[in-house]
T-cell receptor, first 114, second 111 residues
């Protein structure tokens, strides 16, 4: 089983460039989320989606856009990259059942903005 | 903000039990307590979760206080592979019941 697949694994951007981080899951989960993790810190929620066509902002949404046109895919777009967005980005897909909730995380995308 | 409090770091010797504490004094009656861990250079992975009763699985045990304001993750015999950051999490209704992570506890396992 593929689970949650993130691409690319590594990326270097110049300040002002835009790019899309891809996230795909094959578990038919409705809930998907994007997090960023700065060195030595916990994960911070950027955006999330509770189903196709529905997205909402997390703790740190500024500078990022998301869309959810299918259940499987949840891309994260950086509109104009800034050095402060240098981080490791994790996508998660959540099995949502009362009493049996489990989040599955991708391996991460390590982004450097120079 | 995370609704749980954990020690920043803990140390254990290999093959000894480890008790990782977590305080969640503002927990509501329907909140499950979730534990995840993050191995170096990997995404977080599920460890265990529970509501009221103590829970056991192949990875760990979860002991929940009677008033539910604290819990303890128990690794029965720590191995070097258990060195990771352990997160105790309550889901956040402000963010669609998503997992909101705090800094967690960094567990070091000494050979």
């Amino acid at each position: 089983n593929a689970g949650v697949t993130q691409t690319p694994k590594f990326q270097v951007l110049k300040t002002g460039q835009s790019m899309t981080l891809q996230c795909a899951q094959d578990m038919n989960h409705e809930y998907m989320s994007w997090y960023r993790q700065d060195p030595g810190m916990g994960l911070r929620l950027i955006h999330y989606s509770v189903g196709a066509g529905i997205t909402d902002q997390g703790e740190v949404p500024n500078g990022y856009n998301v869309s959810r046109s299918t259940t499987e895919d949840f891309p994260l777009r950086l509109l104009s990259a800034a050095p402060s967005q240098t981080s490791v980005y994790f996508c998660a897909s959540t099995l949502e059942q009362y009493g049996n909730t489990e989040a599955f995380f991708g391996q991460g995308t390590r982004l450097t903005v120079v | 903000d995370a609704k749980t409090t954990q020690p920043n770091s803990m140390e254990s010797n290999e093959e000894e039990p480890v008790h990782l504490p977590c305080n969640h004094s503002t927990i509501s009656g329907t909140d499950y307590i979730h534990w995840y861990r993050q191995l170096p250079s990997q995404g977080p992975e599920y460890v265990i979760h529970g509501l009221t009763s103590n829970v056991n699985n192949r990875m760990a045990s979860l002991a929940i206080a009677e008033d539910r304001k604290s819990s303890t993750l128990i690794l029965h015999r720590a191995t070097l592979r258990d060195a990771a950051v352990y997160y105790c999490i309550l889901r956040d209704v402000n963010y669609g019941q998503n997992f909101v992570f705090g800094p967690g506890t960094r567990l070091s396992v000494l050979p």
